[in-house]
């Protein structure tokens, strides 16, 4: 009888290693699937992109009237120069732009002379003019690399003579009067349309007016960046529902998985209570029980549900009847049972009924909480 026991434990332990893996492999199963999708989504909707570096450079140099303080006819960069001995400017704008690989686009530029008259005081102007100097047409391109260089020469006097007149003739003080060389570039990717460069103005020479001397200086906003742009768009852009599986295949895994471990805890924890109550009952009150090794037959019987042991057991006291006990092996579950003639009172024991009671406490606990 001891190895039929250990027979049908060893059973019972194979089918709840079955149905557990059964559901680790399910929720494995899904959450693979899951993953394979969601990488195959993002994979074959990815666009692809080239990067880019670009960088803007301005030159310049400033040629004398003749005079008999200086030898040479140029001065350098950076130095502090009288304004009456100013002839022109010669202002050199190199704009460069270096793609990862070819790219269609197209291309164009100007350069433009600002000048301005301000209060000393105020950013706002008080006059300004604007000269475009240099107007490029539209060039297309296929390639790795733009290099735009454009020169020109500014006639310092007649800005600087002009915007005076207008200072004399309105008797204006305490204003700040600028000449600013501004060159701007367009560079379009032919591919969506977008402007590649970040900024179109991609480099500024600042030159005073109206001073005694003049330090001309180089604006901040010289371009030197990088960036990326698009070069060829994925041919599976409406494959979102692919990704709504994955994420759903996913949700399913996941909420398997959590069944598996609450599978493991619930059937853990009934079985062996089951197990304790049942060596404490036969422990306390093993002189008051029969074991039989075979099913008991109600029919004939009215059947009588007891709640508890503590109440068959006064039964048992009250009726001095034997308590019969018949184990369900498979079923983890044992029988206690008063006989009178027409009379069975039953008190069953199991890890299913223990299962049971323990999940009607957990939502009788949740719904106190809730409320």
Not at 138 to 144: A, D, F, L, R, T
Not at 201 to 223: A, E, F, H, Q, Y
Not at 247 to 254: E, K, S, T, Y
Request: aromatic residues 10%.
């Amino acid at each position: 009888m001891r190895r039929k026991e250990q027979d049908i434990a060893l059973m019972h332990q194979r089918k709840r290693r079955k149905h557990k893996i059964k559901l680790g492999v399910s929720s494995a199963i899904l959450i693979v699937m899951a993953a394979v999708l969601t990488l195959t989504y993002f994979k074959l909707s990815k666009n692809e992109y080239n990067t880019y570096t670009e960088k803007a450079k301005v030159n310049y140099k400033v040629s004398l009237k003749e005079n008999e303080f200086y030898q040479d006819n140029y001065v350098d960069e950076k130095s502090t120069i009288i304004a009456s001995l100013i002839n022109n400017i010669d202002v050199d704008f190199d704009y460069k732009v270096n793609l990862a690989n070819e790219q269609d686009y197209t291309y164009e530029y100007k350069i433009v002379a600002k000048t301005s008259v301000k209060e000393s005081s105020k950013s706002t102007s008080i006059y300004e003019t604007t000269d475009e100097l240099v107007t490029s047409l539209q060039q297309e391109e296929n390639s790795k690399q733009l290099d735009i260089a454009d020169s020109v020469t500014i006639d310092y006097n007649e800005y600087n003579e002009k915007i005076n007149k207008f200072i004399n003739l309105y008797h204006l003080d305490n204003t700040t009067s600028t000449l600013e060389l501004e060159m701007y570039v367009y560079v379009i990717n032919k591919y969506d349309g977008k402007q590649i460069n970040q900024d179109s103005k991609v480099m500024t020479l600042d030159i005073p007016l109206t001073t005694r001397t003049v330090d001309i200086s180089i604006g901040s906003n010289v371009v030197q960046g990088e960036g990326k742009i698009l070069s060829k768009k994925s041919e599976y852009e409406n494959i979102q529902y692919v990704l709504w599986i994955g994420i759903a295949l996913a949700v399913a895994g996941v909420i398997v998985f959590i069944m598996l471990i609450k599978y493991i805890i619930e059937k853990r924890s009934a079985e062996t209570m089951y197990a304790q109550e049942l060596k404490q009952i036969l422990f306390n009150y093993k002189s008051y029980i029969q074991k039989s090794n075979t099913p008991i037959d109600t029919k004939g019987y009215k059947v009588i549900s007891i709640n508890t042991f503590e109440e068959i057991l006064g039964l048992r006291d009250t009726m001095q009847s034997p308590i019969l006990m018949y184990t369900e092996e498979e079923e983890e579950r044992t029988k206690f049972m008063i006989l009178t003639d027409k009379i069975m009172y039953l008190y069953i024991l199991g890890a299913k009924e223990i299962r049971e009671e323990l999940r009607a406490k957990s939502a009788e606990k949740n719904n106190k909480k809730n409320k």
